[in-house]
């Protein structure tokens, strides 16, 4: 039976105490015409019983069980496959969804018929679930465009996206880490269009455990490739071992090394940003602020360099 949306979750064990809140979180929304598809992953006998606790309470719930471990992408590729919303809401098993988080979203996406994926702010949370900060997000889609071109600032789980359009386009990649980043750059490849709602309706949990935190070296390198041919695709062909070395550079926050001579290599790039507003709205302060970090974790006089010219340049 259709149905507005399917909130979309991939669940792998985890704490109970947390899946309960995220479980409640979005059966206790205020838009009702939904499907919560819970793709169980192989999880163990103790988390299966949980979850058919659950869908027998509440028949909005789907339990679709993958008998061994498949990975996030292709569990939410048989989510996307199975579910019969116009939109998917994706949903992470430790977040906490806001209240009014569908009906806002849901109304947006309806307001907006040319945004094919929208997020929202977020809060961010510790694992006790206390407030201890939040990320914003633009309501400007050059914006958002330009700030995918070095890695994702857009929170997954707060992710709605149009479900034909998507699964027309072939859905997640299907890779061990960054599946979120991979598929914003593959809709925009296809020509999709991202949307923002600035204010923050998903609780973001900072889960140091998490599967991501765990895998951060494969992350950050899967992320790093998409990138690379994402930006050829934008300024051409460019050296792909200096601009690897930037975007190591940026992603660690000015703790990795960049060469003074990567940013004579790297001039199409660099020009780029600074040619087009939208991306230079989006980077300027990113590169200031990893450039001086890179200063103050190590001085050199490269560093210093390089410093400099991010403070001049941007």
């Known amino acids: 039976m259709s149905c507005a949306i399917s909130v979309l979750m991939p669940v792998l064990n985890g704490d109970f105490t947390h899946l309960s809140e995220a479980i409640n979180s979005i059966l206790e929304q205020s838009f009702k015409d939904f499907e919560f598809l ?15 606790d659950y869908a027998a309470k509440d028949t909005r719930i789907v339990i679709i069980t993958n008998p061994t471990n498949i990975g996030v992408g292709n569990s939410l590729n048989k989510g996307l496959e199975s579910a019969a919303g116009r939109y998917i809401a994706r949903h992470d ?17 309806e307001a907006n018929p040319d945004i094919v994926l929208s997020c929202t702010s977020v809060n961010h949370i510790d694992m006790q679930s206390n407030h201890i900060g939040g990320y914003p997000v633009s309501t400007d889609s050059d914006v958002l465009e330009a700030e995918l071109l070095l890695n994702s600032r857009l929170c997954h789980p707060s992710l709605m996206f149009r479900t034909t359009k998507i699964r027309e386009n072939g859905g997640y990649p299907v890779t061990k880490s960054a599946q979120d980043y991979l598929l914003y750059l593959k809709s925009l490849k296809a020509g999709f269009k991202f949307g923002g709602l600035d204010e923050p309706l998903v609780d973001y949990r900072i889960n140091t455990e998490s599967i991501t935190r765990k895998n951060r070296g494969k992350q950050l390198s899967t992320a790093q490739a ?11 062909g460019i050296d792909q071992q200096a601009f690897e070395r930037f975007w190591f550079f940026v992603a660690t926050q000015g703790q990795s090394d960049l060469r003074i001579s990567d940013l004579k290599t790297l001039r199409p790039l660099l020009r780029f940003i600074q ?31 390089i410093a400099l010219y991010f403070r001049y340049k941007y």
């Open 275 to 305: 040619q087009n507003p939208a991306y230079y709205q989006a980077w300027k302060g990113s590169f200031r602020y990893v450039s001086r970090n890179a200063l103050e974790h190590r001085f050199s006089p490269g560093r210093l360099f």
């Open 38 to 52: 819970i793709v169980d992953d192989g999880s163990n006998q103790k988390t299966k019983h949980f979850l058919a």
């Open 226 to 236: 998409g990138s690379y041919e994402h930006v050829t695709r934008l300024v051409g």
């Open 93 to 109: 098993a430790d977040d906490i969804a806001h209240p009014q988080r569908l009906a806002k979203q849901f109304a947006y996406m």
